[in-house]
């Protein structure tokens, strides 16, 4: 029903809306998380911070056009099923059927990009801190959808740690959450909590 070449075509553009935007704003957490960690008086290169960033980006718009892919593929398979199996059906109705999920992928794919924003920060956030030597956020950012928090840099003793940072306002959600050490009332309840990897794992510090 579709050219062979429709969906490595559909990915392509997925990817040029997709990657540029998760690049820029990886290594935009990077670079706030390179500043924050110069005001704490640590020094890193800034080149292989980048570099990780830009490969994070690579490879996560590899797996969110995986997802996206197998999505809207299963999606056109179950339109073009129901039309085989409408008696009566004809090639107009398939159209329309189809144009919503194949004409929106572009916008779909702005949505997508707009929903990991928090993600890809967070993450230019982490790589920046691992690059200094602080342990790996285990659980981060984003914690449902449209979540807006990010990641901060504490000392605790003589431990340098990642801690969960919100904007503790209104739109702070309330939602239980899954966490690795437990079940927690939402973002709120993990302001200021440790989320690096370590001995200070889910503790308010």
């Not at 050219?3 to 998760?22: G, M, N, Q, Y």
């Not at 194949?102 to 691992?130: K, P």
């Not at 956020?137 to 984003?142: K, M, N, S």
């Amino acid at each position: 029903m579709l050219p062979s070449d429709f969906w490595p075509t559909e990915r392509d553009k997925l990817a040029a809306v997709i990657r540029p935007r998760l690049t820029t704003l990886a290594l935009g957490g990077a670079f706030e998380g390179i500043q924050r960690l110069q005001g704490l008086g640590i020094f890193l290169d800034d080149d292989l911070v980048n570099a990780d960033a830009i490969a994070w980006a690579r490879q996560y718009t590899d797996d969110l056009l995986n997802k996206l892919g197998t999505t809207s593929q299963r999606l056109v398979g179950d339109i073009i099923g129901n039309w085989a199996e409408t008696p009566g059906a004809t090639m107009g109705d398939l159209e329309r059927a189809l144009l919503p999920v194949l004409d929106n992928n572009q916008v779909r794919a702005w949505r997508v990009a707009v929903t990991e924003t928090t993600r890809a920060y967070a993450q230019g956030n982490n790589i920046a801190h691992q690059r200094a030597g602080i342990p790996p956020a285990v659980y981060l950012p984003p914690a449902h959808p449209n979540c807006y928090c990010s990641l901060h840099v504490k000392r605790v003793g003589a431990d340098w740690v990642q801690v969960w940072y919100t904007n503790v306002d209104e739109k702070v959600c309330h939602q239980p959450l899954n966490t690795p050490w437990g079940t927690v009332n939402g973002c709120r309840a993990l302001e200021s909590v440790c989320v690096s990897a370590g001995a200070h794992l889910g503790q308010k510090v």
